[in-house]
């Protein structure tokens, strides 16, 4: 088993551009989460999802969106990039509310 | 809502010291788990722990949990630059929520 994949590893936006941030799981798991963690800070919840067709806002939604259409992917998409939303983003996923499993994560910067 | 304090933020120990984090919590607990954060990696399960006074220990690893489920304790013995890393506790977010509310972490640097 791959475990939680997500790509790319690292982006470089602009401000104002879009992009998804993928993230795919292949253990089943009907719980998917993204999170963004600012440098030397906490995980900060931004959606979340119990299923597919389920998603739920977390701590920090503004500015991202999500869809949960199979139980396998859970993708982010950020609509209009701002300098604030430089951070690393991790993706993962549990089944119920056991143990979670990280994604490597996303380096992400918007310049 | 929901709340826990985790501390210290940081803590500085020689090799061969003992270290200890906490996270303490305002309301009773379902469960907590801890996680492991190696620099610049992704967060890693390393235990839940589910009753009121449990305790679990990992190799030099010891796990507790308080006996009113409000507070938890991660104590390393005699730690090793294996060690560095941050450890957050995380615990199920209210109601029917699904998702874990993470502390903000203890960063551990360990001084050879």
């Known amino acids: 088993n791959a475990g939680v994949t997500q790509t790319p590893k690292f982006r470089i936006l602009k401000i104002g551009q879009s992009m998804t941030l993928q993230c795919t799981q292949d253990m089943n798991h009907n719980y998917m989460y993204w999170y963004r963690q600012d440098p030397g800070m906490g995980l900060k919840l931004i959606y979340y999802?119990?299923?597919?067709?389920?998603?739920d806002k977390g701590e920090v939604p503004n500015g991202y969106n999500v869809s949960r259409s199979t139980t396998e992917d859970f993708p982010l998409r950020l609509e209009l990039a701002a300098p604030s939303q430089t951070s690393v983003y991790f993706c993962a996923s549990s089944f119920m509310r056991n143990e979670q499993f990280f994604g490597p994560g996303t380096r992400l910067t918007v310049l | 809502g929901q709340q826990v304090m985790q501390i210290p933020q940081y803590q500085h120990v020689q090799e061969g010291e003992d270290f200890t984090t906490y996270c303490n919590s305002s309301t009773t607990l379902s469960n907590i788990q801890w996680y492991k954060q190696r620099p610049g990696g992704h967060p890693v399960f390393l235990i839940q722990l589910v009753k009121s006074g449990e305790v679990k220990k990992q190799k030099r690893l010891t796990f507790q949990f308080g006996e009113a489920k409000k507070n938890s304790s991660l104590h390393i013995t005699a730690t090793q630059t294996t060690d560095v890393g941050t450890y957050f506790c995380a615990f199920p977010g209210g109601g029917s929520q699904g998702n874990l509310i993470f502390g903000k972490g203890t960063k551990l640097s360990v001084k050879p």
């Open positions: 999802s119990v299923g597919a067709g389920i998603t």
